[in-house]
């Protein structure tokens, strides 16, 4: 079984594949001063709700982080407890996606992952939404390329910046009101909020299916989609797990199947220069 690995600025997000299948997933926060030790503990807490642990059933790790504290606590986590190196997205990993922007250092892990997947399950050209700490828009062309994208304030990001910047407005539950009209100032911030980052969702969309063509799918996934998803008129699909399958598909192009694995992953099966698309190098951690 296969254990994937989705950290991000706020939240760490895994899963166990069997195969092609994901299994059971969890949901915890990122922190990024946890040790390695301490992780351990935590996703070990995991493992045991379906019994399986470090020394059964897992035969590989893969990783994508955008906080480099966490990736380096989790590769000593692997490599401790599950005694073998996990795969990393970062330089020299295989992922299959030509980066086409300016510096393609400056792509996150996370981002490449979602456009490997988002292509692989619908095809190109594609619009990958990520709602998360930040909104992302990833544009993927009908080659499977990279081409780039746009970055906003993520809808909890701004609930916090209102509530801050400001003397006297709350920060609130991140659901739709009744009405785009509030009614009280609790509602008119979530109007503000959750419909206001479905506008803008739609509007960038439509700005970039004007490049792209009209034909574009639109992918969205990330933890605070359901917030905004209902309230979007220009979503094709909702995919909860697309960072998930996106890093099983990269897991695959840099060591095979973990089915096929015999006790972890072979360290010499995922080094660069074995030929194939690479994740371009970026800025050190």
């Known amino acids: 079984m296969l254990l994937a690995i989705n950290v991000g600025n706020t939240n760490t997000v895994l899963g166990v594949f069997g195969g092609s ?70 330089p020299g990993t295989r992922t299959g996606i030509p980066i086409l922007t300016d510096n393609p250092r400056e792509v996150g892990a996370d981002r490449i992952v979602n456009a490997l997947a988002a292509y692989d399950r619908y095809g190109g050209p594609c619009i990958v939404i990520d709602f998360g700490t930040a909104t992302t828009f990833d544009a993927v062309s009908a080659k499977g390329e990279f081409l780039g994208g746009a970055i906003a304030p993520g809808v909890q990001v701004s609930n916090e910046a209102l509530s801050s910047a400001t003397a006297r407005l709350p920060q609130v539950e991140l659901q739709p009101p009744k009405s785009v009209v509030g009614k009280n100032t609790v509602e008119a911030i979530q109007s503000g909020l ?24 639109v992918v969205a996934t990330g933890g605070l989609a359901p917030v905004v998803v209902p309230s979007c008129r220009n979503v094709d699909h909702h995919d909860e797990w697309l960072t998930l399958e996106g890093l099983r598909l990269v897991f695959e192009r840099n060591v095979g199947p973990p089915g096929e694995l015999e006790g ?18 970026q800025p050190d951690e």
């Not at 479905?198 to 439509?206: K, N, Q, R, S, Y």
Request: hydrophobic fraction near 40%; charged fraction near 25%.
């Open 194 to 217: 959750v419909f206001g980052a479905a506008a803008e969702t739609d509007g960038i969309v439509e700005r970039m299916r004007a490049d792209l063509g009209d034909s574009a799918t």
């Open 264 to 281: 972890g992953v072979r360290a010499e099966a995922h080094q660069p220069g074995r030929g194939g698309e690479r994740t371009p190098r």
């Open 21 to 90: 299948e994901l299994k059971w997933s969890w949901r915890m926060s990122t922190q990024p001063e946890r040790t390695a030790d301490e992780l351990a503990v935590i996703f070990g807490g995991f493992l045991e709700q379906h019994d399986l642990s470090f020394s059964r059933q897992i035969t590989g790790v893969v990783i994508a982080s955008v906080v480099p504290t966490s990736t380096r606590a989790l590769r000593e986590m692997t490599e401790r407890y599950f005694s073998f190196p996990a795969v990393v997205v970062e």
